[in-house]
């Protein structure tokens, strides 16, 4: 208990010195993992109270079950690496205020801890919102800057929007237990209207953070715009916290859901992952694009959840922990590539001094760790074998699969439709990182700025490479998540599911042995023999000469580095395809003619907007509109007006009142 | 294994429908016809075994006559006379269509299995198709410029229903089907007519121009 | 033992007739246009050729031009050891998941893309961003077909759904396969890079998709790509004639019935790249743009399959 509550504010307390502060957060987040992962392996759960507040019923208590657990070991995680990379960064990307920027980094992991692994009501809306609060302040830390302080705001009045749902679900929970205990929460029976309005505010609510479509505007606005190190934590583990609060939610708290609850998680899932990727791809800023990532794989992991949800809705609990297992794995791979992949794009930022992918270029030569590690990240989220991402998505499809077994006609029909979706996701996935490495990493420079990049420092490749490690670890050995996914199937489901997924070392598979299994490890080793077996066969009998040459410019003797494939002419097939959805504006945008034989000088520009934005932006005007209308009305200036309206209140709340004595 | 044969004979019926939605060829559009017509002779010829009802060899020996050779050769001929541009022009593109078309399949699909028809394996399989059909064959009416591909969309449509009446109740009276195939074979020379005489007067065909002419 | 040695057997099989299915198509086409065309071994002899030529590397190629040829050519090299073809022993059957196959090819595919960018040309990056649309779109109806055909032999193992689909017999087949087929085979076109979706006989920019992409390999890196591409087209081609053409699965070990496999397969083999290539000849190349089309339209099919074998 003690070591928990040591481990979590010791950071906080050397914020005056900065390196000290990330060496500490990485020391104190590395015994957490082991804290954790011992109370997991032991099914030692403990609980205390942090404080007692003088309210009654609002203290804070702490419950470390295995699904917090679960969560701290992720936070953690992220956290350690994150600060070893913040060790570097923070100095060469020269932030002002290092001690401010210190003390919201350490306070802000610490509250995601704390949320968590709250178990009150009052208490964890609290730390929920110093969790929101802290992030905001990092979205605008370069407050001078015009993006950061749309972005924020538009952050900070979303994240409320969410907060206001989540309080009204709360709310319903303690009219119908009479406590703000969570343990009093615990599989309470509702009425079925009371709780589909728990369920719905409840998915309304989290899902704003978690950045589930359509509510997601906030985060490809808010994400890029921070500090990269906070963008790793906001997208890595962030978001993940509504992942959590929606598995306490569906799966400890609810009795008895409905099947269609399931299924619209499933529908809303498949539809964030589709449409998260398919504004990564229009993107040609690095971190925007990182960000419409996060939308995907939310996306992938409700598509798990809501699968688990209609196998819990069956009781068929063993099929229920596997899918279960699909959603909380990807959590994990997605908390560990996404930080990666942002830490990378912090990391070519910071030599660039552009979020441009259009002006990159030949990275791979100057920073060529960097670039491999970003490779790692993005062939884990694209879920190629044999990485990690590879194994969840694996496991995200069986448990599509596996729906076969719902015995209802719709989720039969529809389910393998959102397979195929998140087929296509994946596809698009790739493409969109072929596109991230091709045109930023390979190739030539493409400006001035990444001619002169050169490769960042130690702490941040050590950052970077442990995240890196991660990827390859998890994907070899999946067992090892598996492993600690098990002790949370057995709290909210009863079922060891270690013991079904992986019930041969090295092999993951379905609940039912026989009806799918992979072992990536075994991949892995056959791919590496054949490729060694390859090379020496061409080493013994091929032609081993090269000739290192200029590219063929069809004939042009000038190098033009602006020849090379864009990212904007990359997504242009997609972007013409789907134009329905993306509203793309294209065309040219200065004409400058120099002579009237040379071809002018033209700026191409291509733009997408987001379908839902433009909704968004009509609401807005709408209530605009109907505010002004109404001032109008109302409010006219004339005192007696007014003061009517006094009147009227008062008169409005006597009759209440005395309704009540009734 | 009738009825699985039948199934599969419905089955190339709705798969030349879709090919009709995502065709872009005025000749092209009617070959497809003419084969789906085929399949829908084939289909009726065989329900006819099946029954051994005489009407039915009638009815698919019209068919194939009307549907497979006089339609086609006239929509060929009024092609090839009007010197329209052979290409397909729609309101939605054809990826667009294609998902739309494929929700409209799945909800026929599903209204389907709550609709009783009695008994038979045949009527059980082949509704579900039929109706698609038909639905593709009004999708195609509404989503295309031109009054010669409306066309097209009305008789895919009108397959739709040979298909579901035959399979149904094996076939309807015989009088009733060769009138049918009156008001068909009527409606299709009618409007090839039509149209060739708009054509005289206007280069442009499209549905716009003749929206124009009521004016 | 025995069944090592036929799994290895398998696997060098599949891998030895690429090649051949390439030099089938090319004579189908070349004796269809009226002229005599090349020996149906020419692919070998052009691998062999490529192989004895010196690399000539871009300048501002990075380590990746040099892995990615390996990559790309060991990817459909390790999974045509989870293929059964005339038997269900496979060389690396503890793998053999259909769902890891199909995510195994897009590593290749991502390898490639890369390899088109890295040279700093610009034809590669047009080549991989077309290659990429294409796999893309053609995903959705692959796992379409591959969710019916799961849900119908109840597994995702591959050697299991080819022995159920050889257990029942043609006429056992729901009538759903018959979408599933046509969607398989649009499929097979578009990710093996033929007419009506790509032209691998032609280097013309507004068109060339594949060849985009490895305009610049030359020597070693273009055999191996080129030795990816085959194996990649005979590992559909053996998925395709292995669910619906289900004869020549032999479950006996004797050397008869090996015999007959290898000869059933290599036949069935050759009638699929006969077809294709006559397919080739009596459609044009699609517009670029058609081509969303042409997989929507594939992509309805699996759908109805689906829908049809479910209702």
Redesign the interface.
């Known amino acids: 208990m003690d070591f928990f509550i040591i481990f979590t504010l010791l950071p906080i307390l050397f914020f005056a010195k900065p390196r000290v502060a990330f060496i500490v957060q990485t020391l104190s987040s590395l015994s957490l993992i082991v804290f954790s992962i011992i109370h997991l392996i032991n099914h030692d759960y403990l609980t205390f109270i942090l404080f007692n507040s003088l309210i009654n019923g609002a203290d804070f208590p702490i419950r470390l079950d295995a699904l917090s657990l679960l969560f701290v070991i992720i936070i953690s995680t992220i956290s350690a690496a994150v600060s070893i990379y913040s060790i570097n960064y923070l100095y060469d990307e020269d932030y002002h205020h290092k001690r401010l920027f210190a003390f919201i980094y350490t306070t802000f992991i610490a509250s995601l801890i704390f949320v968590v692994t709250s178990f009150n009501a009052i208490s964890f809306l609290i730390f929920w919102e110093i969790m929101s609060v802290l992030s905001f302040f990092m979205v605008i830390y370069s407050y001078k800057n015009e993006e950061n302080k749309k972005g924020g705001f538009i952050y900070l009045f979303m994240t409320h929007l969410g907060t206001a749902f989540i309080t009204l679900a709360f709310i319903l929970m303690y009219k119908n237990s009479g406590s703000f205990d969570f343990n009093d929460w615990i599989h309470l029976s509702l009425s079925n209207t009371t709780k589909f309005w728990v369920f719905l505010f409840v998915l309304i609510g989290f899902g704003t953070k978690a950045g589930m479509f359509p509510i997601h505007v906030w985060l490809p606005k808010a994400h890029p715009v921070a500090p990269s190190n906070i963008s790793a934590l906001m997208s890595g583990v962030m978001i993940k916290t509504a992942i959590y609060m929606f598995v306490r939610f569906y799966f400890y708290f609810l009795n008895d859901i409905p099947w269609w609850y399931g299924f619209i998680v499933l529908i809303i899932g498949s539809f964030s992952a589709l449409f998260g990727v398919m504004y990564a791809l229009a993107q040609h800023d690095l971190k925007k694009l990182l960000a419409y990532h996060s939308i995907e794989n939310i996306g992938i992991i409700m598509m798990g959840l809501g699968s688990a949800m209609l196998f819990f809705y069956a009781k068929l609990n063993i099929l229920a922990a596997f899918a279960l297992l699909a959603a909380l794995f990807h959590t994990y791979n997605h908390a560990i590539f996404k930080s990666l992949l942002f830490l990378g794009a912090g990391a070519t930022l910071l030599k660039t001094h552009t979020k441009d992918m259009e002006k990159y270029g ?1 990275l ?2 100057l920073m060529p760790f960097t670039t491999l590690f970003f490779l790692i990240g993005s ?1 884990s989220i ?4 044999p990485f990690n991402g ?1 194994v969840s ?2 496991l995200t ?2 448990s599509l ?1 596996l729906n ?1 077994n719902i015995n209802i ?1 719709l989720v ?2 529809f389910v ?2 959102f ?6 996701t ?3 996935a ?2 969109c ?3 991230v ?3 930023s990493f ?3 420079p493409k400006s001035q700025n990444s001619k002169k990049a050169s490769e960042v420092r130690f702490y941040m490749l050590f950052g970077m490479g442990i995240l890196a490690s991660l990827c390859i670890l998890f994907g070899l050995f999946p067992n090892i998540v598996i492993k600690m996914v098990s002790p949370v199937s057995m709290l909210l489901l009863n079922v060891n599911i270690a013991s079904f997924a992986s019930s041969k070392s090295l ?1 993951i598979s379905t609940p039912n042995f ?6 990536t490890l ?2 892995a080793l ?2 590496i023999a ?2 060694a077996i ?2 020496l066969l ?1 080493k013994k ?13 069809c004939g042009q003797i000038k190098e033009n ?1 602006n ?4 990212a904007s ?6 972007r ?2 789907f134009a329905f959805f993306y509203n793309p504006k294209e065309g040219v945008k200065k004409v400058e003619q120099k002579s009237k034989y040379f071809f002018p000088k033209k700026d191409y520009i291509a733009t997408t907007t987001d379908g839902i934005e433009t909704l968004y932006q009509l609401i807005s005007k709408a209530i605009i509109n109907i505010s002004d209308y109404l001032l109008k009305k109302i409010e006219n200036g004339s005192i007696h007006i007014y003061l009517l309206y006094i009147f009227l209140t008062s008169i409005a709340f006597l009759i209440y009142a005395i309704q009540g004595d009734f | ?1 009738f009825s ?1 044969f039948i ?2 004979i419905g ?2 019926v ?2 030349l429908a ?2 009709q939605i ?1 065709s ?1 060829r005025l000749f092209f559009s009617v070959k497809v016809y003419a084969l789906q017509s085929f399949f829908v002779a084939l289909s009726i010829f065989v329900i006819g075994l099946y029954s051994s009802s005489n009407d039915l060899y009638i009815s698919a020996f019209l068919t194939l006559l009307i549907k497979v050779i006089i339609i086609p050769f006239t929509l060929f001929e009024a092609i090839k006379e009007m010197k329209i541009k052979r290409e397909i022009e729609t309101y939605i593109n ?2 667009n269509s ?2 739309i ?2 929700s409209i ?2 909800i026929s ?2 209204l389907t ?1 709550y609709i009783d028809l009695g008994g038979e394996i045949i009527s059980k399989k082949i509704f ?2 039929s109706l698609s059909i038909i639905f593709v064959g009004a999708f195609i009416m509404v989503s295309r410029k031109k009054p010669i591909t409306q066309l097209i969309g009305f008789l895919t449509l009108e397959n739709g229903i040979m298909l579901a009446a035959t399979s149904v109740t094996y076939g309807m009276p015989l009088i009733v089907e060769i009138g049918i195939f009156f008001d068909v074979i009527v409606g299709a020379t009618m409007a090839t007519i039509i149209i060739h005489h708009i054509n005289e007067t206007v280069d442009d065909i499209d549905e716009r121009t003749v929206e124009n002419f009521e004016e | 033992m025995a069944d090592f040695l036929i799994a290895i057997l398998q696997f060098i099989l599949i891998i030895t007739i690429a090649p051949l299915i390439s030099g089938i198509i090319h004579k189908t086409k070349s004796l269809l246009r009226g002229s005599k065309g090349a020996s149906i071994f020419q692919p070998y002899y052009n691998i062999l050729k490529l ?10 190629a ?3 031009s040099i892995i990615a040829p ?2 790309v ?3 459909p ?2 999974l045509a ?1 989870f293929l059964p073809v005339f038997n269900s022993h496979t060389l ?1 059957s ?2 053999s ?1 259909i ?2 196959l ?3 090819l ?2 290749g ?2 390898f490639l ?2 390899y ?7 034809f ?3 080549g ?3 290659e ?2 294409v ?3 053609a ?6 077909v591959i ?2 055909f ?2 119908q032999s ?4 591959i050697s ?1 759904i080819f022995e159920h689909m050889h257990k029942g017999e043609f ?1 056992q087949f729901p ?1 759903s396969s ?2 599933a087929l ?1 969607a398989l085979y649009f499929v097979i076109i578009a990710e093996s890079g033929r007419i009506p979706i790509d032209n691998p006989e032609t280097h013309l920019e507004l068109t060339m998709i594949h060849e985009a992409m490895i305009l ?1 390999a030359s ?2 890196s273009l ?2 790509l080129e030795i990816g591409s085959f194996i990649k087209t005979a590992i559909f081609l053996t998925l395709f004639s292995n669910i619906f053409i289900p004869f020549g699965l032999y479950e006996a070990n004797s050397f008869l019935a090996i015999f007959l496999g290898i000869l059933i397969y290599i036949i069935k083999m050759s009638l699929l790249a006969v077809i294709i290539a006559i397919g080739e000849m009596s459609l044009a190349k699609l517009r ?3 081509i ?3 997989m ?2 594939g ?6 399959s ?3 074998y ?2």
Do not use: C
Request: charged share 10%.
């Open positions: 030949g791979i030569k062939i694209s879920a190629l074998p590879f998505e694996w499809y069986q699969l076969n006609e039969k029909i393998p439709i397979a195929s979706m998140l087929a296509l994946g596809a698009f790739a493409a990182f072929v596109k490495i091709g045109v390979l190739g030539k092999f026989s009806f799918g299994h992979i072992t075994g991949l056959s791919f054949v490729l390859l090379y061409v009998f091929a032609n081993t000469q090269t000739r290192i040459t200029p590219t063929w410019a580095v020849a090379q494939y864009s002419g990359f997504s242009q097939p997609v013409r395809v | 294994m699985d199934e599969l089955a190339f709705l798969v879709i090919l995502s872009d054809i990826t294609l998902m078309i494929s399949i799945i699909f599903i299995r579900p198709i | 192989f004895q030529k010196e690399v000539v590397l871009s300048k501002d990075s380590w990746i390996y990559i050519a060991a990817v090299i390790v050891g690396f503890f793998n998941d769902i890891a199909v995510y195994t897009a590593l595919t991502f893309a890369l088109g960018f890295d040279q700093a040309s610009s590669g990056g047009l991989s961003s077309r990429m649309m796999a893309s779109l995903e959705p109806a692959l796992m379409m969710f019916t799961a849900l109840n597994s995702t193992n299991t006429l009538v018959i979408f046509m610049d020597g070693r055999a191996l670029y743009f058609r969303p089309d042409a929507m339209f992509f309805v099919l699996s759908l109805i689906m829908i049809v479910r209702l």
